[in-house]
Structures are given as C-alpha cells and as structure tokens.
C-alpha cells in the first residue's frame, strides 16, 4: 500500500440511477435486483458466487445488516473502470478498516469454480492429484449437476477461495477493493463520460 492513512480513495463505477437512490435512500447498496439487472442470464450464477464472497468477506469486515451484496471498487485512478454512457464513477474517500480488499486475479479462479492454489508447488501438486484421478479440472465439483458425487473434492476447492483475501503482489491491476455501501460523505468527486 502507498501510505498509511486511516483514508484511502477508491473509484467505483455505477449506473446513473444509483444518483436517485443516493437522493431516495441517502445510501447506495447492491441488491439482488441490482445483480439480476446487470448480469441477466448469468445472474443467478453470479448471485451464488456473491453470496460465497459475502460470507467470506463479512468475516473480514462487518457487513450492515441491510446490505445484501458488496460494491467493487478500483484501487487506482489509473486502473478504474471510466465512466460511459449511463454509467458514472464515484470517487471515494473510505476509510481503511471499511475495506475489503482481494486479488482480482483470485477472483477469477472463484467464477471459474477453480482451486486457487497455495503457490506454484501447490498448483502442480494439485494438478498431479487431479490427473490420477482422472480429472480434468474442478468445475465438476462445483456444478450443480455433479458437485454430489465429490463432496470433499468440492470442499477443498471452495475451501482454496479463501485465498483471494491473501495478496502477495499490491498491484493495482491485479487488487481490488468491495465495500458495503456508499455513502454521501464518502463521496469527493463524480465523474461523468
């Protein structure tokens, strides 16, 4: 990290209506209409993944009762999503403890139901196992359809996501930031496309 500060700034971006639910609800939080809106079809995919992440993350930082879902944040002006049509970025003035931070890169082994291994003797290890038994990779513990066949395989594989938390490397394409909500004092600036 580049400093100390009890404040970090953070950008996310949002779509333009999350403006009328700041001035509706005096708060922006991520719901599970939300999810189902920008996801579509994958949406209740992406919501079973959330949901690990949620209980993974709330252990880390408390989760207010009346948030559902975490909202993902850049961690670097350079690095942030810009904003586009229907979509602005709020830059954020949080602070430290309120952030949950994570290896994108991780993250994507998670949507991908993948194990995320300890480090590179973990990965050929592993893959070694899988390849005596005869697997080609873990989304078949993971998928609904087959998940029942191999419980512990399922468990070690979810258990591995857990390492998304731990960020070897701080770099500003590879970490990313959620936070529960936004809220008005949170916000210093909002950039328009």
């Not at 700041?22 to 939300?34: D, M, Y």
């Not at 709020?90 to 995320?116: A, C, M, P, Q, T």
Request: proline share 3%; hydrophobic share 35%.
């Amino acid at each position: 990290m580049e400093n100390n500060s009890d404040k970090v700034t953070l950008w996310s971006r949002q779509h333009i209506k999350s403006l009328k639910e700041l001035e509706n609800n005096g708060v922006i939080r991520i719901t599970h209409s939300h999810l189902e809106e920008k996801f579509d079809e994958i949406a209740g995919y992406i919501i079973n993944l959330y949901k690990w992440f949620v209980s993974a993350a709330e252990e880390r930082v408390t989760k207010p009762d009346d948030v559902e879902f975490p909202i993902w944040c850049s961690i670097s002006e350079e690095n942030m999503l810009r904003p586009v049509k229907d979509q602005i970025v709020y830059v954020l003035e949080v602070d430290r403890s309120d952030i949950i931070y994570f290896d994108g890169l991780k993250w994507d082994y998670v949507l991908n139901h993948h194990y995320i291994p300890k480090d590179q003797k973990d990965a050929e290890e592993y893959a070694k196992e899988m390849e005596l038994k005869g697997f080609e990779n873990s989304y078949s513990f993971i998928n609904d359809r087959t998940a029942h066949f191999y419980p512990a395989e399922k468990k070690r594989v979810m258990d591995s996501w857990y390492r998304i938390f731990e960020i070897e490397n701080w770099d500003i394409f590879r970490v990313q930031a959620n936070i529960w909500e936004i809220r008005p004092e949170m916000i210093k600036e909002i950039l328009y496309k």
